[in-house]
């Protein structure tokens, strides 16, 4: 595998991640327990895919066949997805959506800590912008 191989893998990871779960999250929006938690979720949901936007915007990119990060995002098969099994998993009830975010924004907080450092130029920059909506 070559670095730009990797390079394209982490990139699709990271956005996938981040496109699934935000989706997941926004299934609350109109149906969480209170308003300020309806509002708090569709926050969290626009901002996971605001990362969406850069983490598979920069995968097409680095890609180079003319795909944008919709059709990254839109116009491949399910099992092209690399995200971890977490974030697919459905709602359920209002405590388990609440410990998912939180299991995975402590592990965004350490990884986007670590990628502000990358040697890429790019992903430090996305680490950086993340990192500074996954912070409360």
Known sequence: MTDKADLLEFLLRMGDNSLI???????WC???????EDIALANTALDLIGQTQ???GYAAEVQGEGKTADDLAFLRDAWDFRNV??????NGDFGRTL????FYDAWQSVLLGRLVKSSDRQVSEI???????VAY
Request: glycine share 6%; aromatic share 6%.
């Open 21 to 27: 779960l935000g989706h997941r999250v926004s299934e």
């Open 30 to 36: 109109g149906h969480a327990p209170v308003l300020e």
């Open 54 to 56: 850069l983490w598979l």
């Open 85 to 90: 099994l977490m974030v697919e998993l459905p």
């Open 99 to 102: 410990m998912r975010q939180f």
């Open 127 to 133: 680490a950086e912008k993340a990192s500074k909506e």
